[in-house]
T-cell receptor
Framework: AQTVTQSQPEMSVQEAETVTLSCTYD???????LFWYKQPPSRQMILVIR??????QNATENRFSVNFQKAAKSFSLKISDSQLGDAAMYFC???????????FGKGTRLSVIA | NAGVTQTPKFRILKIGQSMTLQCTQD?????MYWYRQDPGMGLKLIYY???????DKGEVPNGYNVSRSTTEDFPLRLELAAPSQTSVYFC??????????????FGPGTRLTVT
């Protein structure tokens, strides 16, 4: 079974600084998909960024970027120029192939200090 | 489009009571999912469906039942509520084709407390 591990239960960052959230996963598949979701206090699950395993290029979405290391099975999220609105729980998630259910890590709670 | 809607938003149940969590999507998505999120944890899959009339168990199905009679609706039934079912429940859906990696769209969640 696939597993997703987020080893940092909590992180904090100063406003305007950069922070990196870690995620590792375990799979025997060669083709899969990885995601980072943000969950603010409203509980809504918001997709932040996605990565297809067959793509070598790291995904970026504005201030959010990933460092995808397929051989190491590592998928970290970098948030640049952190803003107060970035404070939330962040979940790393894995999907074996299109339309299969997601497997989530336990999450990292990010605090942003003004 | 309203997307994925869930009712109720909050509910308190007594041990042994039953209830149905409603989930509806108006995007004509074939795939629908139920996840639960326990305090301080990630989401775990309860059940999912690949289309009307087809359902399958996820990681934590015990104590729950589902049905999928229409494309739009995917209700989750709790028959004999137990304190271990205290959680936040999320419904999600994704399309059969189209869109980037067939993204999953989540509802706002239902917070359930069993006492």
């Amino acid at each position: 079974a696939q597993t997703v591990t987020q080893s940092q239960p909590e992180m904090s960052v100063q406003e305007a600084e950069t922070v990196t959230l870690s995620c590792t996963y375990d799979t025997s598949e060669s083709d899969y998909y990885l995601f980072w979701y943000k969950q603010p206090p409203s509980r809504q699950m918001i997709l932040v960024i996605r990565q297809e395993a067959y793509k070598q290029q790291n995904a970026t979405e504005n201030r959010f970027s990933v460092n995808f290391q397929k051989a190491a099975k590592s998928f970290s999220l970098k948030i640049s120029d952190s803003q107060l609105g970035d404070a939330a729980m962040y979940f790393c998630a894995y999907r074996r192939r299109r339309n299969t259910p997601l497997v989530f890590g336990k999450g990292t709670r990010l605090s942003v200090i003004a | 489009n309203a997307g994925v809607t869930q009712t109720p938003k909050f509910r308190i149940l007594k041990i042994g009571q039953s209830m149905t969590l409603q989930c509806t999507q108006d995007m004509n998505h074939n795939y629908m999912y139920w996840y639960r999120q326990d305090p301080g944890m990630g989401l775990k899959l309860i059940y999912y469906s690949v289309g009307a009339g087809i359902t399958d168990k996820g990681e934590v199905p015990n104590g729950y039942n589902v049905s999928r009679s229409t494309t739009e609706d995917f209700p989750l039934r709790l028959e004999l509520a137990a304190p271990s079912q205290t959680s936040v429940y999320f419904c999600a859906s994704s399309p059969l084709a189209g869109g980037p990696i067939y993204e999953q769209y989540f509802g706002p969640g239902t917070r359930l407390t069993v006492t």
